[in-house]
């Protein structure tokens, strides 16, 4: 079933989408510098107070070698989904896992400084090694590793198929399942995939979302399991599950952002600076540290790209993907004309970049209808 476009017009939806795209490559680029500092002292001692733009990431730290506006391996990652999609006019698994086998693999070497933009991550090194070195073919190499590596590629799936919730579950779900196989995972990647579909349709990060995202769930759109009935009251005595039970356990991923949202306008409920949101739902790399600061930042500023993107940066710890995943949110709410020209650009191949984040909104607008 195809989500309405609403009151929505077409030039807003191409912006949002193109917007959504470019902010994620943006902020990956702006944390290729200042990636991975949990002694946040150190941070300020090398970047200063206040990181605003691209930086060259210090000699032996992550990324080191590369320069201001250039991308990580997360960017690369994202770029080639990115371009399978616009080539294919869709998500095709097959075209996807024949790019990672011939243009990302052999410039691997299984090391976690190896490779291209510096640095591999966990859930991809496990998948060089089965597929590689094992021999096992794609559908059997999924790790359980907790990291955002499938979220950061899956924002150009959740773009292209932002009109079509369940196409784009389905998707994203089987996208994320290449590389991990971790329920909580693949559960909270679906989520913000969801999440940042209706965003790119014209909704906001609000504290209505989750209930029209849980109507999505009882329509058969979104496959999260659940047996509640209206606002998530108590199911009546005889109802069975059939027709509910999802692909994954809960809803409550889906429920996250509209209770982060909440808290972003309640008076008792304070967090000053918003970068600091980094320490309050943790540092390190894993989706349920790095999805609830992503939706606070983009609630808390919902109509200002630079300060969602820079809050996020200079929150230390695995900011790059914190940054990556709120500049997606972020960008899709404010779209590209919402964007600050100076981030453009600064990017390293923005315009190759804007043209195939241009093409895949376009194919979005056609699917309108």
Aim: net charge negative; aromatic share 8%.
């Amino acid at each position: 079933m195809q989500a309405n476009m609403g009151t929505t017009t077409r030039d807003g939806l191409r912006d949002r989408a193109v917007g959504a795209l470019m902010g994620a490559f943006i902020g990956d680029a702006l944390g290729v510098g200042p990636h991975w500092y949990y002694d946040l002292e150190q941070l300020v001692a090398d970047y200063g107070p206040w990181i605003d733009t691209y930086t060259r990431p210090r000699p032996g730290r992550y990324h080191a070698g590369l320069e201001p506006g250039q991308p990580s391996q997360s960017g690369i990652l994202l770029e080639m989904t990115l371009r399978s999609l616009a080539e294919c006019a869709g998500y095709d698994e097959a075209d996807f896992c024949r790019r990672l086998d011939t243009e990302l693999f052999p410039q691997l070497d299984g090391t976690p400084m190896g490779g291209p933009g510096g640095y591999t991550s966990q859930s991809m090194r496990d998948a060089w090694h089965k597929r590689v070195e094992q021999g096992l073919p794609w559908g059997a190499i999924g790790g359980n590793a907790d990291n955002t590596e499938a979220a950061e590629r899956i924002i150009a799936i959740a773009v292209r198929y932002a009109l079509a919730p369940g196409a784009l579950a389905r998707s994203v779900a089987a996208n994320t399942a290449l590389t991990q196989t971790d329920g909580t995972v693949m559960a909270m990647t679906t989520a913000y995939a969801a999440v940042l579909g209706m965003l790119v349709e014209g909704e906001r990060l609000d504290g209505d979302l989750s209930g029209k995202l849980m109507a999505r769930v009882k329509a058969g759109e979104l496959p999260f399991h659940t047996i509640t009935q209206g606002n998530l009251e108590a199911p009546a005595r005889a109802q069975k599950e059939v027709g509910h039970a999802g692909l994954f356990a809960s809803p409550d991923a889906l429920l996250t952002p509209s209770c982060i949202a909440r808290a972003v306008h309640s008076p008792a409920i304070q967090i000053e600076p918003a970068a600091q949101v980094s320490l309050l739902y943790g540092l390190p790399c894993a989706v349920y540290h790095q999805f609830p600061a992503a939706y606070y930042l983009a609630a808390r500023f919902p109509d200002d790209f630079e300060s969602a993107v820079l809050h996020a940066l200079n929150g230390g710890g695995q900011n790059l993907a914190r940054a990556m995943l709120t500049g997606a949110l972020s960008g899709a709410m404010v779209g590209l004309s919402g964007i600050p020209q100076r981030f453009i650009d600064g990017l390293e191949r923005a315009a190759p970049l804007l043209a195939l984040a241009e093409r895949l909104a376009d194919q979005l607008v056609a699917s309108a209808g």
